[in-house]
């Protein structure tokens, strides 16, 4: 144990003394902790001490909300009892002393009684895989604790720290609409008696269209006064005493809590070197993700002098812990009751309050903490500084004031206050009559993200006039600290606010703020030019409010008006639409209705068991992995022994461990399961009494390939223990040079063979017969899944070389066979089971082996069971994603907009392993011409082999990255000849019959009646005028508008993948369990099952269950992929059922009014078998490359979308206006699901195409890992207005029931935004006199748009010459 030095005397937290008792509650019960450990989070204890594992670990740094909690404390100095929440991932243990705690668990259960909020969200079908839904259920109640009548922009608010992978959010706010004044009602516009809440959602509807996926009245009402009650034993321990002073003694850190200002004064004199800690958001980040320690603790929280709030005649004085969310609500009250003109920079600290983090954060970070990290990205310092803050700084020999210019800071993360000295307080300053002050926030994605570039500017005119008597420009994101642009503020002093001004602040500004092209956060272009956009913004709105007040200043033409306009969201709104099952079919045939996913409310409630929810072992060990840092390097030695000796090491696992085969992969072997070496051991002394080994690796052939190569494991007693022993193996490396880029793969001819070819036609004479020829490129982005839970694998040996395994993944057979080979044991000694996944989209379809063998291996070596849950940082820094595609095209076009020719090539990141690139790269091929037909077609693949982790399959595979850049010559031909593109796509679009470049003939050809009904579902024409009246209005603002289609081949291109099988089991009281080769990731397969058998078995779902996937009950399975799982397991399913009726037919006959029951107990005591095993394999499979002939796919999905959007010219924000969607998804077996489907895709394709950047350095390091810098899309990124239609009369002959495949296909259909941002960019271009096609690659980040709306500012912000320097990150 690390000694700590306290000396103080006097208080509780003297050197030597115990710990104190830590009271808290939880659920209403009383927990008294003797030993709580300062570095241990409220999640680790809730999920590892109680076992409460409804709360949820989706990225330990505040960033996803999955870990939502409620905590309620009764406030002494106001007698109020305060409910907010907060993420539990970064809540210490030790702050919650006399708090009381609410989980999932806590406000309803199934068994119990259900909670509105956790009902609700079940059955309005927010709930898809589940992982984020507890988080959800827990923001939204905490939200109905402090206001049981909330607005939708309230549950917008209360859902800022909060993602989901799956839903799209769509039906999340829908489900929660009916809490609040709107009521989910749309004012009316329904039919019948005009409420949507009896009738749908208000659209006109056809007679067999159907518009309500749930219906209000199965809701159980709300009732506020029923809530669980504050603890009244804590009550009356909170009224009965002060606090007081508390220390709380871990291993490694001591947390003092002082309960007056002169001990926390004294004790950070004592101890300088003290770390103060209010809501830990950047403490608990430091200490999770840069391993920081620090061994003493000040926790100030409940001290009264820093909580204080004074209003004084100057402003408005925070004591230092006060909360964001609090100050945000004293502000408010301000700005209401204050005349307006003191309240600017209050409105510029709430609007940069909107936007900081998510509310689960700001309800416990303080302004204190936000001042004092003095991060360069701050939100509040801009602002702070550039009003003038005062700040009151105190030791224990008195306090100081502090004005907050730029002399404050003093480096990064370095301000002028002493290491003894505190900060007491900030008062923020009313402003004057003649000040004016903005505050501006730029980030990737609007909701809880970190700035690019943030800035506050205030400034102050001689009264009654424009001449500048002060200015202040603040810029954050553009120094090691925040910034005053003062050579330019100074210059425009005395001067008039006006064009002249306006045009020496651009280019001074565009001087003084100027970057490194290496500049860390990269992104120079476009940091330096915000500076100047931003700068116009505030002239213009400043011109604004001078006019207002009557100073004579020019007036803002009215085209520039948008551009000062403050973001102000608006509520969603949505149409679903479907087609209604048959009136008359039977109650108890499910097929085609919208039922509820069948674990939604178990869900919902917190009681669905994820693999990590599984109870420990009791001899159970935690593993952690040691990976490489280095992207191509020789391993010179690998040193465990400073990790051999640190507490509760049990050993290291290297490859030598691995008893059968290292080589692995789900194709090709051609990875390790540990990084292969010699090793040789060398005493390094004795240790505790036994002797420890230096283990040391002879400089010989061991190589990495990629950061994140899993070289090794530590195995120790708990998570913690493991991960701090994995940190401390220490490796050396030889550098190579490593091959990261696309680009250089294609420098250095690193390619994967084969290279992929399809050829149809004469690309000779269709280029000869184009009237025209043109040549483009693209490159689009690669992906995270960031599916919620991480990849998770626990290993339990058994008897005989058993060994079952509790794993997260798609691809249970899969993992069985790689287990069982490196084990060397028959894969019939493997058992792999598969509950549920927190989410897979393809992340869990390979790359999950990599982490489960590595666990079995250890699981072996050690004869006992052996857990790991891969953190987030981990996760996406090992296991890959969507590969990242380079295009290059030439195609031939004639007058008319018809393409006759088109060589495309693709060349693919494929990382250091074959892994699935193959298989991407073909269905990419298969992708090329998307929707259109193309007579004379060239495609070729080329993989390339590079030092990034395998990337690997996800949702789409290939085919969105094979169709973004058909679109995009399709752009580029209606760009080109200046025809409106919706025309040129339309001319092209395939019709019934014709082929696909691999000779597929099209049949129950249904894309044009998807583009017929989008089109006039989203009123296209009177779109596109609208869109060109605002463009012809706005010069600053744009919209766009684009109509893209897909069309999507259903089967797995390896032909054998092609087969499933299913078990069912009849019980002799009529209940049936049922398993099939698939797994339930939330996409609802499972439901789907039941809905399939529940038919032809026709008894009621309720008497069908499914417990699980696992290997020991259906053999040889297919991952759960392609689409293709219900189709083929609903086959398998379907057979099974149908053998099992075919054996009770006799009794049926016999019994025609007998029940289900009779059926089945006569039967057996007939001695009929009740258990059977169905199989299925797709028909007429099996393309060859060599021939360009055989059926590649099944059948076809297809789907067309139109989005319009608004672009942001000047800082490359855009919003998602509109969308709509028609998809054919055949007869749909659960419309619900599938319209679920549909818009989990299409937000997933959003943030793939508009959002989603991983950057990588120059030297292949993944520097994007964490929800914090790479941002998948958040409630706020929904289309404004949705309408998902499923196609109607669309049966499919080739799957079950007539439904289609829907889980990738409509993907793609956000391009649909992108090529709306493309429309939207072009309209601004045109403005600067640029026209024709251009360059946009994917995503079209804010950063693109605005770099691509060349205009006077970007002209001042030239690029540096690529080549001349290193840059921060590289496209990859
Ligand atoms: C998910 C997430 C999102 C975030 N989003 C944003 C964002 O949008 N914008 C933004 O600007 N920041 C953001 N942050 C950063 C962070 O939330 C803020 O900086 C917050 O205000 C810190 O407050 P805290 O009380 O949690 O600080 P703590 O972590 O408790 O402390 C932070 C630092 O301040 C020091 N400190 C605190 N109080 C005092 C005091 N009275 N005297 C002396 N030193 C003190 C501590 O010693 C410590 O070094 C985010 C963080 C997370 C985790
Ligand atoms: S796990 Fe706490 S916010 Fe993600
Ligand atoms: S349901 Fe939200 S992440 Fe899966």
């Not at 706010?173 to 409420?195: I, P, Q």
């Not at 090329?928 to 390339?944: F, K, W």
């Not at 990738?1304 to 072009?1322: G, M, N, R």
Request: proline residues 5%; glycine residues 8%; contains cysteine.
């Amino acid at each position: 144990m690390r000694e700590t030095s306290i000396t103080m005397a006097d208080t509780k937290t003297q050197p030597g003394s115990t710990s104190d008792e830590l009271i808290f509650f939880v659920n209403g019960k009383k927990i008294v902790e003797r030993n709580a450990d300062p570095e241990m989070t409220l999640l680790t204890y809730l999920r590892r001490k109680l076992g409460l594992t409804g709360t949820k670990l989706g990225c330990a740094e505040g960033g996803c909300g999955a870990c939502t909690v409620m905590l309620s404390r009764y406030q002494t100095h106001t007698q109020q009892l305060i409910h907010f929440s907060v993420n539990a991932c970064l809540a210490p243990l030790c702050s919650l002393h006399l708090v009381a705690v609410t989980t999932v668990e806590g406000i309803g259960s199934v068994a119990r009684k259900l909670h509105p909020v956790q009902e609700r969200i079940a059955k309005a079908h927010g709930s898809q895989c589940g992982f984020c839904t507890p988080g959800i259920v827990m923001s939204m109640y905490a939200l109905l604790r402090n206001n049981p009548t909330p607005n939708m922009s309230d549950v917008e608010e209360a859902f800022h720290g909060n993602l989901c992978r799956c839903t799209g959010y769509r039906p999340i706010l829908e489900g929660y609409k009916t809490f609040t004044v709107e009521g989910g009602c749309c004012g009316g516009r329904g039919r019948d008696n005009g409420c949507c809440m009896a009738n749908g959602n208000g659209a006109e509807t056809d007679a067999d269209e159907a518009t309500t996926l749930f219906n209000t009245a199965d809701f159980a009402p709300f009732d506020p006064t029923q809530e669980v009650i504050f603890p009244p034993e804590l009550m009356s321990l909170t009224k009965g005493q002060r606090s007081g002073s508390l220390c709380f003694r871990g291993d490694r850190v001591v947390w003092l809590q002082p309960d007056s200002l002169d001990e926390f004064l004294r004790l950070k004199w004592e101890h300088p070197e003290a770390r103060v800690v209010v809501g830990n958001t950047e403490v608990g980040i430091e200490v999770k993700f840069k391993s920081m320690v620090y061994p003493v603790i000040l926790a100030p929280a409940f001290i009264p002098e820093l909580n204080a709030v004074t209003h004084t005649a100057d402003g408005v004085v925070f004591g230092a812990a006060c909360t964001l969310s609090h100050m945000a609500a004293v502000l408010r009250q301000a700005v209401e009751t204050l005349p307006p003109h003191q309240t600017e920079v209050f409105l510029a600290v709430l609007e940069q309050l909107r936007w900081f983090a998510g509310l689960q954060i700001r309800n416990v970070a303080a302004v204190g903490g936000n001042i004092m990290t003095a991060s360069p990205i701050s939100d509040l310092n801009p602002v702070f500084m550039a009003a003038g803050c005062k700040l009151t700084v105190m030791d224990k020999d008195g306090l100081r004031d502090v004005q907050m210019d730029d002399s404050f800071f003093t480096g990064y993360r370095k301000t002028t206050l002493r290491p003894q000295e505190v900060l007491l307080s900030v008062e923020i300053p009313l402003s004057k009559k003649s000040q004016f002050v903005s505050a501006y926030k730029q980030s990737p994605r609007r909701e809880d993200d970190i700035s690019i570039v943030t800035a506050a500017m205030s400034v102050t005119f001689t009264p009654g006039s424009d001449v500048v008597e002060d200015l202040r420009l603040s810029y954050g994101g553009m120094a090691a600290t925040t910034v005053l642009a003062k050579k330019t503020a100074n210059r425009l002093l005395g001067r008039r606010w006006g064009e002249e001004l306006l045009q020496e602040a651009c280019s001074s500004l565009a001087e003084e703020m100027n970057l490194d092209p290496s500049v860390p956060g990269g992104m120079v272009t476009y940091r330096r030019t915000l500076t100047l956009s931003l700068f116009y913004k505030f002239y213009l709105s400043v011109l604004q409010k001078l006019r207002a007040q009557g100073v004579n200043v020019d007036e803002v033409p009215s085209d520039c008006l948008s551009a000062a306009q403050i973001y102000h969201p608006e509520t969603p709104s949505s149409v679903q639409v479907y087609q209604a099952v048959p009136e008359g079919r039977s109650q108890d045939d499910a097929v085609g209705r919208p039922m509820m996913h069948l674990s939604a409310l178990k869900q919902a409630t917190g009681e669905a068991i994820y693999c990590d929810d599984v109870p420990l072992y009791e001899n159970e060990l935690y593993l952690a992995l040691v990976t490489s840092s280095k992207a191509h390097a020789k391993i010179l030695s690998v040193d465990t022994s400073a990790a051999e000796v640190m507490p509760g090491v049990v050993c290291c696992v290297f490859a030598d461990d691995i008893p059968g085969s290292n080589a692995t992969g789900p194709i090709a072997y051609d990875e390790t399961v540990l990084a292969q070496h010699q090793v040789c051991f060398c005493s390094s002394g004795q240790s505790g009494g036994s002797v420890r080994f230096r283990l040391m690796m002879c400089p010989s052939s061991l190589q990495v390939t990629c950061v994140g190569h899993i070289i090794g494991a530590v195995v120790a007693d708990t998570q913690l223990h493991a991960q701090r022993a994995a940190k401390a193996v220490r490796v050396q490396y030889e550098e190579l040079q490593p091959v990261v880029t696309i680009q250089e793969a294609i420098t250095a001819q690193s390619f994967y063979q084969p290279i992929r070819t399809i050829q149809k036609g004469d690309l000779e004479a269709g280029f000869k017969q184009a009237d025209h020829v043109l040549e483009g490129e693209m490159h689009m982005g690669g992906q995270e899944h960031f599916y919620l839970e991480t990849n998770v694998t626990l290993a339990v040996p058994g008897e005989d070389g058993e060994m079952e395994l509790f794993v997260s993944t798609q691809a249970a057979c899969k993992t069985q066979s790689l287990v069982a080979k490196a084990l060397d044991v028959p894969a019939n000694k493997v058992v792999v089971r598969v509950k549920r996944m927190g989410g897979g989209f393809g992340g869990k379809e390979s790359r999950t082996t990599m982490l489960s063998t590595v666990v079995a291996v250890a699981a072996n070596k050690l004869n006992r069971p052996v857990r790991c849950m891969l953190d987030r940082d981990e996760d996406m820094l090992i296991t890959g994603g969507r590969h990242p595609f380079y295009g290059k095209y030439k195609v031939g076009y004639l007058s008319s907009g018809k393409v006759v020719a088109l060589d495309v090539s693709y060349y693919s990141n494929a990382g250091n392993s074959m892994d699935l690139s193959l298989s991407v790269m073909e269905r990419a091929l298969f992708h090329m011409e998307n929707s259109y037909s193309v007579a004379n077609v060239r495609g070729r693949g080329y993989l390339c082999r590079t030092n990034l982790p395998s990337n690997t399959a996800f949702r789409g595979f290939g085919g969105p990255q094979g169709m973004m850049v058909a679109e995009n010559w399709m752009t580029d031909v209606a760009q080109s000849l200046g025809r409106p593109a919706e025309e040129v796509r339309r001319l092209n679009l395939y019709v019934e019959g014709e082929s696909t470049p691999y000779n597929q003939i099209l049949d129950q050809f249904t894309l044009d009646r998807c583009w017929d009904e989008c089109l006039s579902r989203c009123g296209y024409q009177d779109r596109r005028a609208a869109v060109d009246l605002y463009n012809r209005q706005n010069r600053w603002t744009k919209r766009g508008l684009a109509i893209v289609p897909t069309k999507f081949g259903i089967s797995f291109t390896a032909v054998f993948l092609n087969q499933a099988g299913a078990l069912v089991h009849i019980y002799t009281d009529g209940s049936v369990l049922m398993t099939h080769g698939g797994t339930e990731m939330g996409q609802g397969l499972h439901t789907k099952m039941v809905q399939v058998a529940s038919r032809v078995l026709g008894i009621p779902c309720s008497k069908i269950h499914i417990s699980e996937t696992s290997t020991n009950t259906v053999p040889n399975t297919s991952p759960t992929a392609a689409s293709a799982s219900s189709d083929l397991n609903g086959a398998a399913v379907q057979n099974a059922c149908e053998i099992l009726m075919k054996r009770l037919e006799p009794y049926k006959t016999k019994n025609p009014k007998g029940s289900w029951e009779d059926w089945v107990r006569a039967a057996y005591f007939d001695r009929v078998n009740l258990s059977t095993s169905g199989f299925y394999k797709t028909p007429d499979l099996g393309y060859d490359f060599d021939t360009n002939s055989g059926r590649a796919f099944n059948y076809f999905s297809y789907g067309v979308a139109c989005s319009e959007v608004e672009i942001d010219c000047l800082t490359g924000a855009h919003k998602n206006l509109s969308t709509t969607i028609v998809m054919d998804v055949g007869h749909s077996l659960n419309p619900a699901i599938d319209i679920g489907q549909v818009e989990g895709a299409f937000m997933q394709g959003l943030g793939l195409y508009t959002l989603e950047e991983l950057h990588y350095s120059p030297r292949g390091v993944l520097l994007t890992r964490g929800p914090g810098t790479y941002k998948i899309p958040a409630f706020g990124d929904i289309p404004t207005h949705l309408t998902v239609s499923l196609l109607r009369d669309a049966p499919n002959e080739k799957a079950i029931f007539a439904s289609k495949a829907v889980g990738e296909p409509p993907l793609f259909l956000a391009a649909s935004v992108f090529y709306a941002i493309k429309d939207a960019i072009s309209a601004s271009r045109a403005e600067s006199g640029i026209s024709g096609p251009f360059r946009l690659d994917s995503p079209a980040s804010a950063e693109r748009i605005r770099n691509a709306c060349c205009d006077r500012f970007t002209k001042l912000c030239p690029p540096a010459e690529p080549g001349s320097f290193s840059p921060w990150s590289v496209q990859v």
